[in-house]
């Protein structure tokens, strides 16, 4: 089954920095990857997603970049702020209608 | 607002009781995952439901089990309440379009 990877587990940059987070997945066949955000308390909320069609997606100050010979996925934050602190996880799917396999997560911490 | 809601959102069960976890789906949404999260740690799969079918399973006992309803809505349920149940439980429901949406979860606590 497919597998996760996600690093580093703990991240703190300076506000106005950027931050990455990088994930490995092991299934090729996997096509989808999205990248959730989990507030303390709170439900995942999703920030950004790729398909296995394209290489970069941007939305605002964040994007994902997709590598699939290497079978790695980036997420970029850009002019980070402190509403940016909070856990990041990865994930990856090889269809449709097969679960979500998630990364273990990336604690963020921007300091003013 | 997500269209994904789940009850209760917190529990307190005692050890060895047993408990039922609900959720139902987002509009047009015919498929629900089950995930567990413990304090720190990323969502675990438990099982997915599509139409009403379990069609997907993690590395969970059979003491963990599920149900799905004609209009998607979902239940898992857990017997024999350990402690190490204790954790988030999140329900998402998806199509083969969209991504995830997860609802609020439940906080089981077993003492």
């Known amino acids: 089954g497919e597998n996760v990877e996600q690093h580093p587990s703990t991240l703190s940059v300076q506000e106005g920095d950027s931050a990455v987070i990088k994930c490995t997945y092991s299934?090729?066949?996997?096509?989808?990857f999205p990248w959730y955000k989990q507030e303390l308390g709170k439900r995942p909320q999703l920030i950004i997603d790729?398909?296995?069609?394209?290489g970069e997606k941007k939305d605002q100050r964040i994007a994902v970049t997709l590598n699939k010979t290497a079978k790695h996925f980036s997420l970029h934050i850009t002019e980070t702020q402190p509403e940016d602190s909070a856990v990041y996880f990865c994930?990856?799917?090889?269809?449709?209608?097969?679960?979500?396999?998630f990364g273990k997560g990336t604690r963020l911490s921007v300091i003013a | 607002e997500t269209g994904v809601t789940q009850s209760p959102t917190h529990l307190i069960k005692t050890r060895g009781q047993q408990v039922t976890l609900r959720c139902s789906s987002q509009?047009?949404?015919?498929?629900v995952s089950w995930y567990q999260q413990a304090l720190g740690q990323g969502p675990q799969f438990i099982f997915q439901?599509?139409?009403?079918?379990?069609?997907g399973r993690g590395n969970f006992p059979p003491r963990f089990s599920g149900l799905q309803f004609p209009n998607y809505s979902s239940e898992l349920n857990v017997n024999a309440l350990e402690l190490d149940d204790s954790a988030l439980y999140l329900c998402?429901?998806?199509?083969?379009?969209?991504?995830?949406?997860f609802g609020s979860g439940t906080r089981l606590t077993v003492v």
């Open positions: 998402a429901s998806s199509n083969p379009r969209d991504g995830y949406t």
């Open positions: 299934d090729s066949a996997s096509n989808y």
């Open positions: 790729i398909r296995s069609n394209v």
């Open positions: 994930a990856a799917r090889y269809s449709g209608n097969t679960p979500l396999v």
């Open positions: 509009s047009g949404h015919n498929t």
């Open positions: 439901y599509y139409r009403e079918e379990e069609n």
